[in-house]
């Protein structure tokens, strides 16, 4: 522990030390989007809202390859924080989504001449495909993920090696004790034309746990992506393991609580040389629901898969519903897609896609007695179209429409909130989302 403890006091203080570097240039960059959605959700109703982000940026390039880099935002609905009062211009709706400190980081590449890079502040990031830490810009919602973080990388020409830690929580307690943390290394091997191979772990350590008095979570998993030929794929695979310590114990029942399972996620796609480059894919999940063993004596609860900042939304209702904060959390779920992609001219994309959506660990049955008893593990299918017009190298407008056709699995099963809330839908149910959007760039 105190070896640790020197070692990170180390790295502050270098991360710390004012860089003795000249301006050379100053560049001025930014993002709005813009999204308007409607969701029909049947039994849960209605919404409809529309969604902007405004991002503005200044990158600041000094001698010796440091640079920082601010970026501030601000997201949030239209109606609900401008100057809501036409007569008198007072702002009743302002509430506290002002703009923010995105990011904010210094960056140090190629140091000592080697090819070691330290980025140090708040920053975003993504790791291989994003299935556990992304940006959070994907699909509606899309208001941005970003840490308060070291990053340390090492770039070589066939290999990769980033090392990171991020604060999550802070209560001013004792130097690495009661926060929240996450910790992770990230291992890629480039040495292959157009592909990539990675090894990861990452490590979650919560003293603020809602479970006991630490929660820690640990992740390594292997992905491998790229595109050989007419073909691109996508393999990545995970285990979790890990849990909460400083439990109360029953008198007459222990109960443990773990993390132990697995996860996956593939896609295969072919694009074919001809007119509008169509490209067939398929894509497959498996998010495992964990488990529940018990009896008079003891009860052990192992936690469905957990994919912490997931970039990766597979449905436009599951992993992003308008009536609760739990976005991209889908878990406890098989998921099966075909889809196909075209481009008929330069400026459009076409996408159709298909997926279909089962339950892994389906509730208990409520009981002989009961009329409707046994829980379904079909939750539904869901089919999207959607279409993107590059109108200039800057300007994007897109438009998408969805529609889920609902399964008896819909009902009871618990599979938003990493796998730990029930969806409450009815097995009747059908849902259609439509959106359109603009981005610009700069």
Known sequence: MRLRIIAMVALVALCSATAMAELQQVQVGGNLRIRGNYYNLDSLGKYSFIEQRTRLNVQADFTDAVSAFIEFDYYNFWGEDFRSNYLTGADWRGGQNNVDLYQGYINMANMWGTPLHLRVGRQEFSLGNAFFIGTNDDSAFFSGLSFDALLLSYVHESFM???????????YGDFLEDDGD??????????????????????VRDDVALLGTRNNLHTIGLRGGGVVGAVDFEAEAAYQFGGPQGLRRGLLRRTDIDYNEFAVNLELGYTFDVAWHPRVFGRFAYLGGGSVRRNWWRRDVDLPFNRLGSNVKYSEFLDNDPTSNLKATLSNTLFYSLGLQ??????????????YFQVDRRARDLGWWWWRNRASRSIGWELGLYADYHYSDDLTIRAGYAHFFGKRGLERNAFIGSGLNVWGGDRRDDYDYLFIETEVSF
């Open 342 to 355: 075209a481009s008929p001219t330069e400026a459009l994309d076409l996408k159709l896609s298909g997926a």
């Open 182 to 203: 996450v910790f992770g290394v990230y291992a890629s091997y480039i040495g292959i034309d157009n592909v990539e191979l990675d090894a990861y772990w990452l490590y």
């Open 161 to 171: 090696l980033h090392a990171v830690t991020a604060k999550l929580v802070e209560t």
